[in-house]
């Protein structure tokens, strides 16, 4: 019967310069929401490494030289843009005797984690990949950032430490780690790594996004060099974007035209001390008023990103055909100025907002032309 167990991951410190809506903490891949944001606050994380095959929904799996096989899983092959992406990473020993496998160090292919502490222990780990890839082409994608960036670390203590060899019993995923142990050292090679979101920016400053529509490509790699390449694709609920206004049904069609991103210094691409100073202007492109509007702008090539607030409320709402305007330095940035959108970096711009009639609206705008 195999053993199994619980880890505990580290100790986690959540930076007081976020800002979010009180609530639950979970920490993962997951949704997080920050209380009391006027002080740091600790967490511990917990992952099962008691991982699932998911029937085969969505599973393959490859065999090294080495007698090992490195088997991947995913719970579905197609989800919602605010599902949970279960995936399950196994390193299963197909020989029937005892397989003494020394670390190798031979990954494929950077950013493979299981959780907040990386790969941990366990000699593989996962990467999700915006796109469609396969093993040839993997090098020139970065995986996405499943684990909050604002989140400083500490702790993640193995029960091994300066693991030299991974011992694995017969036919099995049940390995005993060669090394300098400060705890049980025999430990099942399975995890769980469920992913609601991902981040987009740098430490402090990272904002969470869900899955936008599209193929998503998921990698697993061991330290011996093995891979497995699964896919998964996001689609909305239905074909067509309706928003109803006025009792009048309005297809594809975004409530909010984005007019220009002009650097209001025009400093004509040039990077100046302490960042560009960048406008946006929008304008309401449909018949109901707008009583609230935020726009991220990310730079795509950092990701750093930056938050504008308009004003827009209730009490004062964008009204059909109107614009407003909002201008703020990008410290840091490397915006440039090239009318009518900028963009000597490219970037995107992540815009939500409420209608009048109760109506919510987000999406993900980016310049078709520089």
């Not at 100790?11 to 800002?19: A, E, G, I, Q, R």
């Not at 999700?128 to 499943?146: C, E, F, R």
Request: charged share 15%.
């Amino acid at each position: 019967m195999k053993n199994k167990i619980r880890v505990i991951l580290g100790t986690v410190l959540f930076l007081s310069m976020l800002t979010a809506d009180c609530g639950k903490i979970t920490i993962g891949a997951t949704t997080d929401h920050v209380t009391n944001v006027t002080s740091t606050s600790a967490a511990t994380q917990t992952i099962s490494t008691t991982a699932t095959n998911f029937n085969g929904v969505n599973s393959a799996s490859n065999k090294s030289s080495n007698g090992l096989s490195l088997e991947l899983s995913l719970d579905s092959q197609t989800y919602k843009p605010d599902d949970t992406i279960n995936m399950a990473i196994t390193e299963n020993n197909t020989l029937s005797k005892t397989n003494n496998i020394p670390v190798m160090d031979k990954w494929q292919i950077a950013g493979l984690s299981v959780g907040i502490c990386g790969t941990f222990f366990y000699p593989f780990g996962i990467a999700v990949l915006q796109g469609d890839y396969d093993a040839d082409n993997l090098s020139i994608a970065k995986p996405l950032t499943l684990d909050n960036p604002n989140m400083i670390v500490q702790g993640c203590l193995p029960p091994v430490i300066n693991i030299t060899a991974y011992d694995f019993e017969p036919s099995s995923d049940i390995a005993t780690l060669e090394g300098n142990a400060i705890g049980s050292g025999t430990i099942e090679m399975s995890a769980e790594v469920p992913a609601s979101s991902y981040w987009v920016g740098g430490f402090s400053k990272a904002v969470q996004q869900n899955f936008e529509p599209g193929i998503y490509t998921v990698v697993g790699g061991d330290e011996w060099g093995n891979l497995v390449v699964l896919h998964f694709t996001v689609t909305n609920t239905t074909t067509t974007t309706t928003t109803t206004i006025n009792n009048t049904s309005q297809q594809n069609q975004e409530p909010i035209e984005v007019i220009s991103v002009l650097d209001a210094d025009e400093t004509g691409g040039t990077v100046i001390p302490g960042g560009p100073n960048i406008e946006i202007t929008l304008e309401n492109d449909v018949s109901e008023p707008i009583i609230s509007l935020a726009v991220v702008l990310v730079e795509n090539v950092e990701f750093s990103s930056w938050n504008y607030t308009f004003d827009v409320s209730s009490s004062l709402p964008l009204l059909p055909n109107k614009t407003v305007s909002a201008t703020q330095r990008l410290i840091g940035g490397g915006f440039g100025g090239n009318p009518p959108y900028g963009g000597v970096v490219p970037y995107s711009l992540t815009i939500s907002g409420s209608l009048q009639d109760g109506s919510t609206f987000s999406f993900t705008w980016e310049p078709t032309s520089n």
